[in-house]
């Protein structure tokens, strides 16, 4: 499933040519399953921060309403998909900027194996706040890492804190307190939600500064994104972690808790 749409259509040769060639926007990424999406008020909150941040606007109710029907048009009825909304500029500079609605399979529920993650010292996203569509730097380390035989890659800023992987928020486990990063990185949508649901089960959790040093006293670490909240971290740099699915558990639990909010 492959479906793309522009301001609620198809779009036509002249506007697929502007959409490859504009690197400028930003995005949110989510998952629709049974026509819900968990936390579906965060992601139009980070849609509205990035308006009013790379474009200078700030969409009203009205523009909210309209989203929700962009997205509803181009999921044409599927219940369960992948859904990446993107605001790009517009062929007016002085009007509000363009939607595209990217529409594809969802994500698979099944876990994964362990990633084997590098650190990156070098790698660091601009605007890190915000989820935008400069991505070659996050793409880059990326490849660099797998040609070094990794899989993927976290970074770590010159401070000597970690800070995030390349397109997903890090959580470890201290005993039975999960530890998530503080430091200069994307609020993931998904990480909120953990954090919100972990409160209501009563699992302990904290944010706090994450040196690089202190990752061997960790006993697990999982990356969590709109894709997958299970994925474990089998390994960074030399350091392996002991195979164990109790953080995985924790996240899987925390976020099944999660409301499904009504597209």
């Known amino acids: ?114 990633l084997r993650v590098r650190i990156d010292p070098k790698f660091r996203r601009e605007w890190p706040e915000h989820k935008h569509s400069a991505t070659m730097g996050l793409r880059r380390a990326q490849r660099l890492a797998e040609a070094a035989g990794f899989d993927d890659a976290l970074s770590v800023g010159p401070d000597g804190l970690v800070r995030e992987g390349t397109t997903w928020n890090v959580a470890f486990l201290k005993g039975d307190e999960v530890v998530w990063p503080q430091a200069p990185m994307l609020r993931g949508v998904t990480m909120v939600l953990l954090q919100i649901a972990m409160t209501m089960q009563g699992v302990p959790w904290t944010v706090r500064p994450v040196p690089a040093s202190e990752l061997p006293d960790f006993t697990g670490a999982v990356t969590v994104n709109s894709r997958t909240v299970r994925q474990e971290i089998g390994s960074i740099d030399d350091l392996k972690y002991p195979a164990g699915d109790k953080l995985a558990a924790i996240m899987a639990e925390a976020y099944a808790s999660v409301p499904l909010d009504a597209l």
């Open 1 to 114: 499933m492959r479906i793309l749409e522009l301001n609620g259509r198809t779009p036509d040769a002249a506007e697929i040519h502007r959409l490859v060639t504009i690197n400028y926007g930003h995005f949110t990424s989510m998952q629709v399953r049974d026509s819900g999406v968990r936390g579906l008020a965060l992601h139009f909150a980070r849609l509205a921060d990035g308006n009013e941040e790379f474009f200078g606007w700030r969409p009203g109710l009205d523009d909210e309403h309209r989203l929700r029907q962009l997205i509803l048009h181009a999921l044409g009825g599927e219940t369960d998909a992948s859904v990446r909304v993107s605001y790009l500029p517009g062929a007016d500079p002085a009007g509000p900027p363009d939607v595209a609605v990217a529409v594809s399979d969802p994500a698979s529920d099944d876990p994964l194996p362990p």
